[in-house]
C-alpha cells in the first residue's frame, strides 16, 4: 500500500476529482481528511471511504477558514503528509455561459464543420469584478492559503507532498474562461516557486493539468461545447476522475520521488507541449 498510515487532506473531496482522489488514497491506505465547501458533500465521501475518514468543511478562499481546518488537522492528526490543492469552481458570480453559448453558436458549429471561422464569446470584455475574484480566489488564493499552513506542519517532519490541481487552461488559455485560467497558470508558477524553496526540507511540490474530465464541474458544459472539446482531443473522448487520481498518488507517494517542481497533464491529446 502506497500511503500506508500517512495522512492526507483533500480539499474539494465531495464530489469529481476530489472525490475519487479520496477513494482512492483511501485504498491505499491513507487516513484521508475530505475537505468541501459543502458539509453535507464532505461527509459523504467520508462516510463512503470508511473507518479512519475525517471530514472538514471549510471555504479555501477564507483564509481564517483554512486556519481552522488545519488546526483540527492538527489536533486530531498532529501530522500531515499530502495535500492536495483540488476545491475549485468552473465559473463564478455573474458568469452567464448559456448567453454566450447561443451567441456563439452559429461560429462554433462552422468551426466544428471545419470551416475556421473565428468564435467570438467577448467574456472578458462583460466579466463582473465578482466572477473573476471568485475565481481566483478559489482557485490561486485557496492554494496558497492550504500550502501556507501545511507547509507549518511539513516543515517539522521534513517530509511531505503537495499537489496542486491546475489545468490544461494553464497551458494553453481557454477563450471562454479568463479568470479560470489565470487562476490555473497562477497555480503553475507558484508550484514551481514553492518546489524550490522547499526542496532541502524533503518537500516536494508538483501539479496536474487535467484536460476535460467528467465531472459535475464541467457538467454545465453544452453539448455544442462539448463537441467542439472532443474535436480538438485526439483520442476522442473525456477523461474520468480516477484517471486523475491516479496521476495524483503516483505524484502524492514515493514513486516520484525525483519529481518536484513539475506539472503532468493527462489530457488525451487535447494539449501536447
Known sequence: MRLKDKVALVTGGGSGIGRAICERFAEEGARVVVNDVRQEAAEGTAKALGAGARAIAADVADSAAVRAMF?????????????VNNAGVAFGPGDNRAALTQKGEARLM?????????????????MSDEAWHRVIGVHLHGTFYCTREALKLMSRQNSGAIVNLSSVAALMGLETVPHYSAAKGGILAFTRAVAREVASRNIRVNAICPGYIDTPMTASISELGRKMVLGRTPMGRVGEPREIAATALFLASDESSFFTGQWLSPNGGLFIG
Not at 492528526?77 to 499530502?82: M, S, T, Y
Not at 462552422?110 to 473565428?118: F, L, T
Open 110 to 126: 462552422e468551426v466544428i464543420g471545419g470551416q475556421g471561422v473565428q468564435t467570438h464569446w467577448d467574456v472578458t470584455e462583460n
Open 71 to 83: 488546526a483540527t488537522l492538527e489536533r486530531e492528526h498532529g501530522r500531515l503528509d499530502v495535500l
